[in-house]
């Protein structure tokens, strides 16, 4: 075979087909005796880091290479066999068919090594593959040639022919658009028409006598029950185009056994069901643009609160097309929603309505998102807030990632085991200042409070600009609406602290609304995540202080939240890592 074909590296080899339990070092192991190797690289999901099937082997030399294409393809690793070809990197000559041929009716007992061995006769092969699902062999394969002469070489000669006692077609590979091209052609010329709701009481040749007046008709079928029933529908095919488009004109909407039946043109499956996904995105599509901007997400509810007095309390700011509450067995799940005829409307709905309280407790509203919205919008809060820590200056020294805009830094060492020694005494003094409310116990120390104990020694300057930097990120934090009604408040007790309420938030100073809210929030998501608890309670404390009180009191609301954020750090550490790999590999 030529290792100098074009379009490939003269001495990168692509493994596919592999065990998801295939790591480098068995690659290493298994293809080493051909040749000394450059590279090694198991392609991996970005996100979940599991292995994607395929690899790339880069070695040294070409001749190495071609060894091990040669006399290695189809070799069984964890009880699979691999499927090795060079490295097509070229887009342009992957996606534009040239020498791709596709072969069906195969038999079962074919598989990609017998494929293979029967068509590399007619020249090289860039790919080679039976397609099969977890119970065998689909019945078809492509072969990727090196030049289309090849591709038509072998068309030529087994394009017809027998194998494994079974006749194969073998033709040029069509790409998805262009069989639907040619099929939307044939769907101009169809013969077949299909029949439905004519009932039980309808036979085959009753059907035959009702259409043969259109025309010469190759097929009528009534399609039955296990009891030889009719179902109420089926199939008659006309010899003619002409005569099958004009039964389907004169017959749609008549009446048969005193029902009005529908005819129309036969469809398979496949385009049956592309039609209905076709028909449920554009409704789907059409119901986001019709709530688009109108539509309130209202959470944090009590109890008590139902559909009618959920539209009471929200009827002042306009016009109220619905107002549900989401209930699960007949208990509301503390949230719901309230739609309104125009976005002017919906728009003062939240701002008058976000943080008041109704019942016992303060709402969070706020337009309402799908989950694709949210979980982008929660990535672009943590990538600006990464760009952000990146671009200024640590006054740490790198011992501690300053949180932009939430006032707290995040631990980078490696998780304390000891939760007693990390919230041990410190001397070095608070940097938040007295508590403006009283009658209140003193709360005690938090991972917050005493996260500088590691700077002790560091100049007297250093500390003070460190101190100086939350206080500024801090003044940044929008205070939470001063709404403060002595109502019966829920308190919020975590990991026996100092109960929390709406209005013991409202009544502080505003840099101190996140430093409260961070204090109850990072043990319980330490308890969820310890080696992300500082990140992940970074990136929360974005979010509004109502929604945050909530989250402290629906263990489900914090849970969903805190998983949103850990499937963005480790999207984001996938990128990084991946990126790293990339700009080694070059």
Partial sequence: MNATGPGYPIASLYVGDLHHDVTEAMLYEKFS??????????????????????????????????????????????G???????????PSLRKSGVGNIFIKNLDE??????????????????????????????GYGFVHFETREAANRAIETMNGMLLNDRKVFVGHFKSHKEREAEFGSKILEYTNIYIKNFGEDM??????????????????????????RSRGFGFVNFEKHEDARKAVAEMNGKEINSRVVYVGRAQKKMERQGELKRKFELMKQERISRYQGVNLYVKNLDDVIDDECLRKEFAPYGTITSAKVMTDGGHSKGFGFVCFSSPEEATKAVT??????????????????RKEE????????????????????????????????????????????????????????SIRPPQRWTGQHMRPPTPYQNILPSVRGTAPRRVATAISTVRQASTQVPQLPTNTQRVSEPAVHVHGQVPLTASMLAAALPQEQKQMLGERLYPLIQDMHPTL??????????????????????????????????????????????????????
């Fill in 533 to 586: 608890a500082g990140k992940i309670t970074g990136m929360l404390l974005e979010i509004d202080n109502s929604e945050l009180l909530h989250m402290l009191e629906s263990q489900e609301s914090l849970h969903s939240k805190v998983e949103e954020a850990v499937a963005v750090l480790q999207a984001h550490q996938a990128k990084d890592t991946a990126q790293k790999k990339g700009n080694t590999a070059a």
């Fill in 109 to 138: 007992s074919i598989d990609n090594k017998a494929l293979y061995d029967t068509f590399s006769a007619f020249g090289n092969i860039l790919s080679c593959k039976v397609v099969s699902d977890a119970s065998g062999s689909k």
């Fill in 203 to 228: 036979s085959t040749t009753r059907l035959r006598e009702i259409f043969n007046v259109f025309g010469t008709t190759q097929s009528v079928r009534v399609m039955t029950d296990e009891r030889g």
């Fill in 374 to 429: 949210r979980k982008a919008h929660l990535t672009n809060q943590y990538m600006q807030r990464l760009a952000t820590m990146r671009a200024i200056p640590n006054p740490l020294l790198g011992s501690f990632q300053h949180l932009a805009h939430s006032g707290y830094f995040m631990p980078t060492v490696p998780q304390v085991q000891n939760r007693a020694a990390y919230y041990a005494t410190s001397p070095v003094t």
């Fill in 80 to 90: 699979r066999p691999v499927r090795i070809m060079w490295s097509q990197r070229d």
């Fill in 33 to 78: 005796p051909a040749g000394p190797i450059m590279s090694i690289r198991v392609c991996r999901d970005v996100v979940t880091r599991r292995s994607l099937g395929y690899a790339y082997i880069n070695f040294q030399q070409p001749a190495d290479a071609e060894r091990a294409l040669d006399t290695m393809n189809f070799e069984v690793i964890k």
């Fill in 352 to 369: 008058e309505m976000n943080g008041r309280i109704v019942s016992t407790k303060p709402l969070y509203v706020a337009l309402a998102q």
